[in-house]
C-alpha cells in the first residue's frame, strides 16, 4: 500500500499514542506498507513547535529527516502542481495543510493514514 502519513499519524506513531488506530498501526509498521510524509507536514510541525503548541525531544530540523531515516518514509516534496491542485477541491474547510495533503493524495494516488473524515470527503480514501 502507497500512503501518505497525516501529521497526527506521524506523531502518534512516534510515541505509540493510544489514539492512534490498530489499523493505521498496522500499515505503519508493515514493511510492504511504502510511506510518504509530506514537507506540508514537516512545515506544520515546525509551526506548531514555534507557537509552542507541539514540543518535541529536538527541533524538528533534526528531528523530522531522522524519523524519515529510520521509520523507512519518504519524503513527498510540494511541487507547484500539488499547490494549485488545491484550486480544484471544493471549499470543505480552510486548513491549508489538509487541502495540500488531499491534493498531494489525489495526484500521487496516495491513501492517507488519518483520523480526520475530510479527506473522503475529497475523493481520497484513509485508513483507520
Same mark, same amino acid.
Given at each position: ?49 514555534? +507557537?509552542?503548541?507541539?514540543? %518535541? !525531544?529536538?527541533?524538528? $530540523? ?5 524519523? /524519515? &531515516?529510520? *521509520? ?11 499547490? +494549485?491542485?488545491?484550486?480544484? %477541491? !471544493?471549499?470543505?474547510? $480552510? ?5 495540500? /495533503? &488531499?491534493? *498531494? ?24
Amino acid at each position: 500500500m502507497r500512503a501518505l502519513l497525516d501529521t497526527h499519524a506521524l506523531l502518534w506513531w512516534l510515541v505509540a499514542d493510544e489514539r492512534l488506530s490498530e489499523r493505521a498501526r498496522e500499515t505503519i509498521a508493515d514493511p510492504r506498507s511504502e510511506l510518504y510524509l509530506s514537507a506540508a507536514s514537516s512545515w506544520e510541525i515546525a509551526i506548531k513547535v514555534r +507557537l509552542g503548541r507541539l514540543r %518535541l !525531544p529536538r527541533p524538528p $530540523r533534526s528531528l523530522i529527516p531522522a524519523v /524519515l &531515516a529510520e *521509520q523507512r518514509i519518504r519524503p513527498l516534496e510540494i511541487s507547484h502542481s500539488h499547490a +494549485l491542485a488545491t484550486a480544484d %477541491l !471544493p471549499p470543505l474547510h $480552510r486548513d491549508p495543510f489538509d487541502r495540500l /495533503l &488531499a491534493a *498531494q493524495a489525489r495526484m500521487e494516488k496516495l491513501v492517507i493514514v488519518s483520523s480526520d473524515p475530510v479527506f473522503g470527503r475529497y475523493g481520497v480514501r484513509t485508513v483507520w
